[in-house]
């Protein structure tokens, strides 16, 4: 072989393999590597504890109870079983064993236990009303996560509560603190999606009901149904979750409506905004809709790992399959962002989300870490649960 052969060779290998690199490095940016599975458990495990050593402690029977957040201890009742069975490990957390083991003995001192608020009556009324939702979807959750064929004595007894609860017009009187999305003007609706996504969990609907359960289905079915063409966006996606547990509660050119609307809410780099998610009206008393603090507009106009994990999440409970340009850019936007969320003197890898109502970003006396994180921990679990969903 000749000598300029020779270097004609390596110089042919030396561009294939620059071109190879290329390549490599565009497929990174199109398909990131996978996600931190151990990092997302430890960032979900150690807020419930931060959680419950800080969240509001509740009269219960002889000793206390730590309140139900729905920014936190909800999600992490739905994300954290599934997260656990992906990394093989059969026995439940500590805080998913506590935190079931306080809604049981909250079940069981229903009629004296101290409500989540007790200031006024109409706290007390809202309050027994969401906790009773809450329950019912924890209970029922669990169940269905240890496989059981009939619902246990707590979920039977929560459900009890959760009809003896409803209201005439078939939703809960719920908290309502002008804060959204989940204790505002319109957050009784989306307590009623939790409802069914509850009686579905439970097989309720399926089975033969008794005769207060047959009614307040058919009563929670027509709130939902009925009231369903004046919710935002978040709210109908809620409902579109729940539907995919309990069937028929919305029509199949409404689910495809919806679908279609989800897609095109889709920002440029793949994700999407709980601010987009249009239709805030924080408290009905007010002459014109407006948070009650001054939220950062430019971090609420980006893309945010609560409102793109409960999409994907939704989507593919759906049935919209892994490799439907939606949600294919949506997994790669979650993957590309869990990132690192500095909490005291430690960092986890985790998705963001951000408040709604305040400015929790920029040092304020609303902003102490602990509060800061609210939409972050339900950022990280539908998150989570999307990209479980993916696979």
């Known amino acids: 072989m000749t000598s300029g052969r020779r270097t004609a060779i390596t110089v042919l290998i030396v561009l294939v393999g620059l071109a190879t690199g290329v390549v490599a490095a565009q497929n990174r940016s199109v398909a990131p590597a996978d996600w931190n599975r151990e990092g997302a458990a430890k960032y979900l495990d150690d807020r419930m504890d931060v959680w419950t050593a800080r969240g509001k ?100 007894r929560a459900f009890r509560h959760l009809w003896q609860t409803q209201r005439h017009d078939g939703t809960w009187d719920w908290l309502d603190f002008n804060l959204e999305p989940f204790e505002s ?46 919710q935002n966006l978040f709210n109908r996606v809620s409902l579109l979750l729940a539907s995919t547990r309990w069937n028929d509660v919305l029509t199949r050119p409404q689910r495809e409506a919806l679908v279609a609307e989800l897609r095109r809410g889709q920002h440029e780099d793949g994700g999407w905004s709980l601010r987009g998610m249009a239709g805030w009206r924080w408290s009905k008393n007010t002459w014109r809709a407006s948070p009650p603090g001054t939220p950062d507009a430019a971090l609420l106009a980006k893309s ?34 869990q990132e690192s969320v500095q909490v005291g003197d430690r960092a986890y890898p985790a998705w963001r989300a951000y408040s709604l109502n305040h400015d929790r970003e920029h040092g304020e006396d609303r902003g102490e870490p602990w509060r800061r994180l609210f939409m972050s921990d339900a950022a990280t679990a539908y998150a989570v649960l999307a990209l479980l969903a993916a696979e």
């Not at 999600?75 to 998913?96: F, G, N």
């Not at 003007?185 to 307590?191: F, I, N, S």
């Not at 939790?194 to 033969?208: D, E, H, Q, R």
């Not at 793109?308 to 962002?337: C, E, F, N, S």
Request: net charge positive; aromatic share 6%.
């Open 185 to 230: 003007a319109d957050a009784a609706y989306y307590g009623a999606t939790l409802a069914a996504m509850a009686v579905g969990t439970a097989g309720a609907a399926s089975t033969t009901p008794s005769a207060a359960a047959a009614d307040g289905m058919s009563r929670l079915r027509g709130y939902l149904t009925e009231r369903y063409a004046a």
């Open 57 to 156: 402690k509740l009269r219960t029977g002889q000793g206390e109870a730590t309140c139900v957040s729905c920014h936190t201890v909800v999600p992490y009742a739905l994300a954290r079983p599934a997260l656990r069975r992906s990394m093989r490990v059969p026995t439940p957390t500590p805080q998913e064993a506590r935190l079931l083991q306080d809604v049981i003995r909250r079940t069981e001192t229903h009629d004296t236990h101290q409500p989540y608020y007790d200031s006024t009556e109409l706290k007390s009324v809202q309050s027994r009303g969401t906790e009773a939702v809450l329950n019912a979807l924890i209970l029922a959750s669990a169940d269905a996560e240890r496989d059981r064929r009939e619902p246990s004595e707590p979920t039977q």
């Open 304 to 337: 945010d790992g609560y409102a793109t994990g409960l999409v994907i999440y939704t989507l593919r409970r759906t049935g919209v399959q892994t490799d439907d340009p939606a949600i294919a850019r949506g997994v790669r936007w979650l993957k590309a962002h």
